[in-house]
T-cell receptor, first 111, second 115 residues
Framework: KQEVTQIPAALSVPEGENLVLNCSFT??????LQWFRQDPGKGLTSLLL?????REQTSGRLNASLDKSSGRSTLYIAASQPGDSATYLC??????????FGTGTRLKVLA | DAEITQSPRHKITETGRQVTLACHQT?????MFWYRQDLGHGLRLIHY???????NKGEVSDGYSVSRSNTEDLPLTLESAASSQTSVYFC??????????????FGPGTRLTVT
């Protein structure tokens, strides 16, 4: 059974820092891995999707990598800003169309 | 623009009542999903559908049902609401497998309180 873990559960950094959020999954047989952002009381916003044949995806200050053999994905945020404060969720597709979600990392960027 | 809408956005109901949460998408996606989000558990899959008249149970399906009569809608019904079903409910849809991505798009959520 696929399990997805995100560490740390919470992170607080000063503005301007580069940071890395981690996502681990137990079964390497995934179709893709998706990173989401969730603001308090809001829905999920898709940030990046990495297909199983890809190693990384980039969008602006965000870069997500995928290493299926080690069961890991990382989300790199460059030059963090207070507006980046949110909960970041990763989700893996274990071979069907449904996703298994991690419990998220709550990020706070201090001005 | 295509979107997913959920209604109501907030609902308070009493234990034992039947409740239906609506989900409507204009992406023309075949795949639709219902999740619940609770502190400490993340998002957990309740039910999902791969197309019209198709429904499947997720990991936390007890006490919930869905039906799919058209592509756009997947209503979620709580047969007899329980306090343990107090949660935030999210609907999502995704593309066909031919796209090779299965990227999921989420609705804004429904906050349900069972008293």
């Amino acid at each position: 059974k696929q399990e997805v873990t995100q560490i740390p559960a919470a992170l607080s950094v000063p503005e301007g820092e580069n940071l890395v959020l981690n996502c681990s999954f137990t079964d390497s047989a995934i179709y893709n891995l998706q990173w989401f952002r969730q603001d308090p009381g809001k829905g999920l916003t898709s940030l990046l999707l990495i297909q199983s044949s890809q190693r990384e995806q980039t969008s602006g200050r965000l870069n997500a990598s995928l290493d299926k053999s080690s069961g890991r994905s990382t989300l790199y945020i460059a030059a963090s800003q207070p507006g980046d404060s949110a909960t970041y969720l990763c989700a893996a597709t274990p071979g069907t169309y449904k996703y298994i979600f991690g419990t998220g990392t709550r990020l706070k960027v201090l001005a | 623009d295509a979107e997913i809408t959920q209604s109501p956005r907030h609902k308070i109901t009493e234990t034992g009542r039947q409740v239906t949460l609506a989900c409507h998408q204009t992406w023309n996606h075949n795949n639709m999903f219902w999740y619940r989000q609770d502190l400490g558990h993340g998002l957990r899959l309740i039910h999902y559908s791969y197309g019209v008249h198709d429904t499947n149970k997720g990991e936390v399906s007890d006490g919930y049902s869905v039906s799919r009569s058209n592509t756009e809608d997947l209503p979620l019904t709580l047969e007899s609401a329980a306090s343990s079903q107090t949660s935030v409910y999210f609907c999502a849809s995704s593309e066909l497998p031919e796209s090779s991505s299965y990227e999921q798009y989420f609705g804004p959520g429904t906050r349900l309180t069972v008293t």
